[in-house]
């Protein structure tokens, strides 16, 4: 299983960005997949979810209505589209997915259940 993220880059606050993390090694509905992001001096946190099968989504407070999870399985990719970024938006971002059969409901956002993560992609959020 292997996660590569790209798309990172510094945008001007108010601005969008989309983030996209190439999956190989699995199909790509098979798996519950998530973005998880990482400021300067901060703990790694959950940012949206993804379900496998039907693909139903969560998101953590601080994004929801800015941020959407989607895939595209015959691109094999997830996309994070972002909206309205912040400069709190600021961090490395990571792609991740979860042991097959794991959920959103029951494993988003812990970050220790993880089974592979990506390399990363940074995205700066200021004029």
């Known amino acids: 299983v292997q996660l590569v993220e790209s798309g990172g880059d510094l945008v001007k606050p108010g601005g969008s960005l989309r983030l996209s993390c190439v999956v190989n090694?699995?199909?790509?509905?098979?798996?519950?997949i998530a973005w998880f992001r990482q400021a300067p001096g901060k703990e790694r946190e959950g940012v949206s979810c993804?379900?496998?099968?039907?693909?139903?989504?969560r998101h953590v407070d601080s994004v929801k209505g800015r941020f959407t999870i989607t895939r595209f399985s015959a691109e094999k990719t997830v996309y994070l589209q972002m909206s309205k970024l912040k400069p709190d938006d600021t961090a490395v971002y990571y792609c991740?997915?979860?042991?097959?059969?794991?959920?959103?409901?029951?494993?988003?956002?812990?970050?220790?259940?993880?089974?592979?993560w990506g390399q990363g992609t940074r995205v700066t959020v200021s004029w």
């Open positions: 991740a997915v979860y042991p097959g059969g794991k959920t959103c409901d029951d494993s988003f956002p812990r970050r220790e259940l993880v089974e592979v």
């Open positions: 090694g699995f199909r790509l509905d098979s798996r519950t």
């Open positions: 993804l379900n496998s099968g039907y693909g139903s989504t």
